[in-house]
Nanobody, 116 residues
């Protein structure tokens, strides 16, 4: 099993930036070969996938974050990152990393709050 620990969230003004990190431990081989993604869940809304990255580094983004967010991974450090720029109030959510599709369980996530 892979354990996932997200960090890097916080309170930021609109237009600001944050960098999220997701550290994996446990079954690292599975982590390294899987497509990994960042998901978010805003209050009262369903969890949604916003960015994904393959083991080879190919990326895909939801239209709502395209051009503002960048996903990356370091398979030697077993870590996935999400660089978030030009943040908007609607980006406020709890952010989670997970496999795509997900493992069936989730970490604690990291709260991102963007004030307008």
């Amino acid at each position: 099993q892979v354990q996932l620990v997200e960090s890097g969230g916080g309170l930021v003004q609109a237009g600001g930036s944050l960098r999220l990190s997701c550290a994996a431990s446990g079954s690292i081989f599975n982590f390294r070969i899987n497509v990994m993604g960042w998901y978010r869940q805003a209050p009262g809304k369903q969890r949604e996938l916003v960015a994904a990255i393959t083991s080879a580094g190919n990326t895909n983004y939801d239209d709502s974050v395209k051009g503002r967010f960048t996903i990356s991974r370091d398979n030697y450090k077993n870590t996935v990152y999400l660089q978030m720029n030009s943040l908007k109030a609607e980006d406020t959510a709890v952010y989670y990393c997970n496999k795509v599709p997900d493992y069936g369980y989730w970490g604690q996530g990291t709260q991102v709050t963007v004030s307008s």
